[in-house]
């Protein structure tokens, strides 16, 4: 892994910032502001390390580390025996860097003291399957004989025969050989787009939208065609729109309490979606890692479609483990093994461990307990914090009974940007309604964390700006 990737991981998918950052973080993010605000020009040159820890009081260890950092982000140049410039912005950002605003909120966020997270997309470790995980690795220990070569391409068979199996049960008849295991469902949403999409083709998606999934569409170079989402579902009218011209290749959406609405499709919206992609030929994307966080499961497109136009993914981030990154892709056999084909180039098979894991867990004899436990704190959680916010001037886009997420306004105007720092500066990280949009224009919405949002500092906060 490169530095920038590391970097990279380490803002945007680790565990929520509960200390102090540290010295270091502190510093880098001290200049990037700088560089970002102007206050350091263009190939400016920048004090020697050495001059750097002197006065910063710093040891030259971490001084060329924070220098090492920024010019890793591409933000300084190091010219050896001369020094580190200020590297100036190029029309072609690196992906990594620039993958959207939320890596930048994070980035900069680093320089402050995060008491409450509450924009973020996971749940906290002790809402997660931690005993269920505990026991699946101590089992997994006393066969690691039993584990050699790089696993299979589709992904290890008795997952993928347990999850068909489930899925029957569901009343989605599927085998086997239409489940591919992947590193998450991103991984499945990032191959699906690499395989089913050129660049210069159109696809649809609900906006707003899921913020990573916005940018593996651009970098692909498709055009976008929002469809706004309501409290009942994607709005079918502007779907019709966007297949009446017949060059629509794709529909991507969620379901079940949506990514960041929280609003869950009703069945016949959902049917009206079907009919549309059997009329016009275009492939629908089932983002579908919330249906288990419901009580009561709807069917999914995939269940009413039975997979002939629908490919789902899912995850198991949300139900067991935020850090196996272990999920799985579902469609047509013949789609599933192109995308078998690609896995296989990009990561010769599977991670047997991880999905041993994942198996050892799902049929531990208290996964339904832990399962129902968690569909109870969430559907509390919303109530709570529904209440709660909304006596803070919020007002909702939906009012989801469960799930992860709620997306809301303030009643009173302020701008986006004074509004989340004068949130940062009091220790609040939240998740600015703009990430969530095709176009990145401005929103007055932000997206809450129901399971870190119940936080009476976070109340408080809110009363204040």
């Keep these: 892994m490169t530095t920038r990737e590391q970097l990279f991981y380490t803002v945007l998918v680790m565990k929520p910032i509960q200390s102090r950052p540290s010295l270091q973080s502190r510093l880098c993010a001290r200049i990037r502001a700088d560089i970002h605000a102007g206050r350091l020009s263009p190939h400016q040159p920048l004090p020697s390390v050495r001059a750097f820890a002197r006065t ?98 589709l992904g290890f068979e008795p997952l993928r025969l347990f999850l068909s199996e489930r899925a029957r049960r569901s009343g989605l008849g599927i085998q086997a050989d239409q489940i591919l295991l992947t590193q998450g469902a991103s991984q499945g949403l990032d191959w699906l787009v690499r395989t089913l999409l050129e660049p210069s083709d159109e696809v649809a998606i609900d906006e707003p939208a899921y913020p990573p999934t916005l940018e593996l569409l651009r970098a692909r170079g ?12 994607p709005d079918v009218q502007s779907l019709k729109s966007a297949a009446r011209t017949g060059s629509l290749k794709a529909f991507m959406t969620n379901t079940s309490f949506q990514n960041p609405t929280g609003s869950t499709t009703q069945r016949a919206v959902a049917l009206e979606i079907i009919a549309l992609a059997h009329q016009h030929g275009f492939w629908v994307i089932e983002d579908e890692i919330f249906n288990e966080l419901n009580p009561t499961p709807i069917e999914t497109l995939a269940q009413l479609d039975q997979c002939q136009r629908v490919i789902q993914v899912g995850s198991f981030s949300k139900t067991l483990s935020s850090s196996l990154r272990a999920g799985f892709a579902v469609g047509p056999k013949a789609l599933i093994h192109r995308l078998a084909h690609l896995k296989n180039q990009s990561t010769l098979g599977s991670s047997e461990i991880t999905e041993r894991l994942v198996l050892s867990m799902l049929t531990s004899a208290h996964y339904r307990k832990h399962l129902s436990q968690l569909q109870h704190k969430l559907a509390q959680a919303q109530q709570n914090v529904q209440t709660h916010l909304h006596e803070q001037g919020i007002e909702w886009h939906s009012k989801p009974s469960g799930g992860l997420f709620l997306f ?39 997206r809450f964390n129901v399971a870190r949002a119940s936080d009476s500092r976070l109340w408080e906060v809110l009363k204040r700006i």
């Design 56 to 153: 910063e009081g710093i040891s030259a260890y971490t001084a060329q580390a924070v220098y090492a950092q920024l010019t890793a982000l591409g933000l300084l140049r190091a010219q050896a025996g001369v020094g580190y410039f200020v590297e100036p912005p190029t029309a072609s950002a690196s992906p990594m860097v620039a993958m959207d605003a939320l890596w930048e909120h994070r980035q900069e966020a680093t320089a402050h003291s995060i008491v409450v997270d509450a924009g973020n997309g996971w749940l906290p470790s002790d809402w997660q399957f931690q005993s269920g995980l505990s026991a699946a690795l101590r089992t997994l220990a006393l066969n690691l004989d039993s584990i050699e070569g790089y696993g299979t391409a």
């Design 222 to 233: 498709v055009k976008i065609h929002a469809i706004p989402r309501h409290s009942h579902g």
């Design 408 to 446: 809301g306004k303030f009643k009173r105007h302020q701008a986006t940007a004074q509004r989340w720092r004068r949130a940062i500066e009091a220790g609040v990280l939240l998740a600015p309604g703009e990430l969530f949009r095709v176009d990145g224009r401005a929103s007055p919405y932000w």
